[in-house]
Every structure is written in structure tokens, then in C-alpha cells.
């Protein structure tokens, strides 16, 4: 792991790193020594690990929760390459959603085009973070939704040291069976009048999932319209399983 730059906001650490061609933020209490837990964030389709949702979250994580945070660029974002399977599956899935048509096959099919990458990717991320003395080795906690969900699903029901997380905003997963493989609590966000992920689809997600403690949080709205309440509840959920 390499730092490229480092700034403080409020009390904030933030540091921004390499992991061979993998780009990656980490945020964590200004002076911080000792383990503590970890939250990873999974960003949106379109997003990058800076979008100022990513960077709001997780100060918000650490200021208050005193957790680290970490996110990283998933392929096709942010400072990654740019891959020609994903930016013409991105520029068809836009075409879809301005015209109204569902856009729930084209997403899928970008999650398993970099699904098979991602798990092996994040969980380097996470050993190498884990390593660092002022983040240490402790509990996981994962932060998704929208592709943050559908790429979350398998990290989490791959990775044993996640012990909770928030999830929604997803339907169809690339590995369907993924979803009941996750034993650990569970929020789930459903946008009732969402626009790109079919209610059923979403709702079925969340029956998929196999932890016997898990949350469905369903409001009024489109897919980029989840109420600012739901940071709160996030934090109060993740300082309740990872403390």
C-alpha cells in the first residue's frame, strides 16, 4: 500500500492511497493509535470513492462512531482505466433510464462483468488496511446500495470478518445464491417509486438474504432520493454490532 497525499478536516485523517492499480481513500480520527473497527463503503454506479456521498458518510462514520472508513474505485470509475464493456453498458443503461425503460438487465450484467474481480480486490484492500497501526485488526462493517449492494452482496458473503451491514437499492444479483449465504444483521433499503430497480426485485433481495437479523427500511422516493435519516440510522446500526 502506498499513501499518495494525506489532509485533516475537523479531526478527520484522510489518506489517499494505491494498492497496486487499485485507487483508495481511508479516513480515520486525527492522532488515532490503537485497533478499531472498520467500515467499508461500496459507492454508487457512476461514483467514485470521493463523490461528495462517500466523503460525507464516511466523515460522518468516523467523527462520530470512531470508526476507519475505507473505499476504493471500482473498475470503470474514479481514477481506474477506463474499460470499453463498461462504458458501453453504462452509456445503454442512461439511454434506458431517460427513455423509461428498465435498466435492471444492464445493470446486472455490469455487476458480473466485475464481480469475479471485485471480492478478490476489496478483501487485498481490507488485509492491507488491517495492517496499518491506527486501523488494526478489528470488526467489518460494509456500507452499499444501488451497485455498492450488487457488489456488496458477495463481498460480505465471502468475507468472515464482516459482522454487519447496510445494503438496498438493488434487485437481480449477479449470484443469487450469495444472498443467503449472509448470516450477519442487516439494514435494507428499498425506494418505493424507484425508477431503476423494480419493487418486487428489491423486496425479493431482501427475503433472499439468509440473517436471521435484518431491517427493511422502505421510503417514499426515487433511486437517488434516500432520505438523510438513514446516515443516521446506518450509524446508530453499525455502532450497535461493531462496538
Avoid at 481513500?25 to 459507492?43: C, K, N, S
Avoid at 431491517?215 to 454490532?241: I, Q, T, W
Wanted: aromatic letters at 8%.
Amino acid at each position: 500500500m502506498r499513501f499518495t497525499s494525506e489532509a485533516w478536516y475537523d479531526g478527520v485523517r484522510e489518506q489517499l492511497f494505491s494498492l497496486g492499480e487499485i485507487p483508495g481513500a481511508l479516513w480515520t480520527p486525527a492522532g488515532a493509535v490503537r485497533t478499531r473497527p472498520v467500515i467499508f463503503i461500496g459507492h454508487g454506479g457512476g461514483e467514485h470513492k470521493l463523490g461528495p456521498g462517500v466523503v460525507d458518510r464516511a466523515r460522518r462514520f468516523v467523527a462520530e462512531g470512531g470508526f476507519a472508513v475505507v473505499a476504493v474505485d471500482v473498475l470503470g470509475h474514479g481514477d481506474r482505466p477506463r474499460d470499453e464493456d463498461f462504458d458501453r453498458l453504462a452509456t445503454e443503461e442512461q439511454a434506458r433510464v431517460e427513455t423509461g425503460q428498465e435498466s435492471a438487465q444492464l445493470f446486472a450484467d455490469f455487476r458480473t462483468l466485475v464481480a469475479r474481480r471485485t471480492v478478490v480486490e476489496w478483501q487485498a484492500v481490507l488485509d492491507a488496511v488491517q495492517q496499518l497501526e491506527h486501523v488494526g485488526a478489528g470488526p467489518v462493517g460494509y456500507w452499499g446500495l444501488s451497485l455498492g449492494c450488487g457488489l456488496g452482496v458477495p463481498f460480505v458473503a465471502a468475507d468472515p470478518r464482516v459482522r454487519a451491514t447496510v445494503l438496498g437499492l438493488c434487485g437481480d444479483l449477479a449470484s443469487p445464491e450469495d444472498a443467503a449465504r449472509i448470516t450477519v444483521p442487516v439494514e435494507f433499503l428499498v425506494q418505493w417509486n424507484d425508477e431503476r430497480v423494480p419493487r418486487d426485485q428489491g423486496l425479493a433481495l431482501f427475503d433472499a438474504l439468509g440473517s436471521a437479523e435484518k431491517a427493511l427500511h422502505a421510503n417514499p422516493g426515487k433511486h437517488g432520493e434516500v432520505p438523510a435519516y438513514e446516515l443516521d440510522s446506518a450509524l446508530r446500526f453499525f455502532s450497535r454490532h461493531l462496538n
